[in-house]
């Protein structure tokens, strides 16, 4: 089996486009309200490059949590439902 590993920790540095104002400029995903943070923005306002380093299977487990406009969740919602999983 190969383990793929994910950061624990993120620069901001290297997303102005996604971080533009406060004084945190690296948030560790190891804390669950950072990871919520990073995935929901990512999610919503992220480019290609950014959403495709996101692993999927961490997507899939924080979906429900994450901070998504109703579109934006069904879509994925509907994206892992044709997949197999399914949200109750």
Not at 57 to 77: A, G, I, T
Request: no cysteine.
């Amino acid at each position: 089996m190969v383990t793929i590993s994910r950061p624990t920790k993120i620069d901001l540095g290297n997303y102005p486009h996604l971080y533009w104002s406060g004084s945190k400029k690296i948030i560790n995903l190891d804390n669950p309200r950072d990871e919520i943070w990073w995935y929901s923005t990512v999610l919503r306002e992220g480019r290609t490059k950014d959403i495709q380093e996101l692993p999927l299977d961490r997507v899939r487990e924080l979906l429900p949590s994450l901070s998504l406009p109703p579109f934006l969740r069904n879509v994925w919602q509907k994206y892992f439902e044709q997949k197999g999983y399914i949200y109750e």
